[in-house]
């Protein structure tokens, strides 16, 4: 039978394959439907490692999702070469080889999905300092908001706008954002006024003011 074939350490393999390959499919099924939480170990580069566990679903190069990986294609390619007849010397560092490598590309995968989601996120801070559209008349000190289109990151976008000039800015008029008041524009019809404009690091962590004048 094909159980009585594997021996031993087959079966080991074959159940760390099963279980493995389940908890790999029910990941990517909540992965897919948006629910899906994982921790990360990120090594620094002083050799420390710190353990972060993500709610929705953060990923690192090392990660839960790549070590059921390691375990899912460790077991079945341990599975494999039992059934080909191959030493136990052999069948044990080629599954871990092999699982590592999975290991790794399942977190690099994870890792580059992220990236692409993080990409596609609109930061408002990336506003100020432009020049947009009123797409509705914007009313005059503060007294009530209006919209603006703006493009950022490449997308065109409405957000909500104020201003704190004596007279409401009319639609269609050009207006520079000069700040942000909450998730809404401040903005101001001088198109040459001068803007302290944020600059946004890549890690999304920090961000340092510069001061320069933008002429659009």
């Known amino acids: 039978m094909f159980w009585e074939q594997l021996g031993l350490i087959g079966q080991i393999y074959f159940v760390l394959g099963c279980v493995a390959s389940a908890l790999l499919l029910i990941q990517f099924i ?20 710190d353990f ?12 839960l999702k790549g070590l059921v990986g390691f375990f899912a294609i460790g ?6 070469c039992v ?9 044990i560092p080629i ?17 580059a999905i992220r990236k ?17 559209e009123v797409y509705l008349k914007i009313p005059a000190k503060g007294e009530g908001h209006g919209k603006l289109s703006i493009v950022l990151q490449g997308k065109l976008v409405e957000m909500d706008a104020v201003t704190d000039e004596t007279e409401a800015i009319p639609t269609g008029k050009e207006v520079k954002v ?25 890690t999304g962590k920090k961000s340092r003011k510069s001061k320069k004048t933008i002429e659009e």
């Open 75 to 80: 077991g079945w390619v341990g599975v494999a």
């Open 178 to 202: 000069i700040g942000l008041i909450g998730d809404r524009c401040k903005v101001s019809s001088d198109l040459n006024v001068e803007v302290v404009v944020p600059v946004i690091e890549n």
């Open 30 to 49: 909540l992965l897919l439907i948006g629910f899906a939480g994982d921790g990360d170990i990120d090594i620094g580069g002083d050799g420390g490692a």
């Open 95 to 111: 599954s871990i080889i092999c699982g590592f490598v999975a290991f790794v590309a399942i977190g690099l995968a994870y890792k």
């Open 116 to 132: 692409l989601q993080a990409d596609g996120v609109i930061d408002n801070r990336n506003a100020i300092g432009k020049v947009a």
């Open 83 to 91: 059934l080909g007849g191959l030493h136990e010397g052999w069948t």
């Open 52 to 63: 972060d566990g993500d709610a929705d679903g953060g990923i690192g190069i090392f990660t």
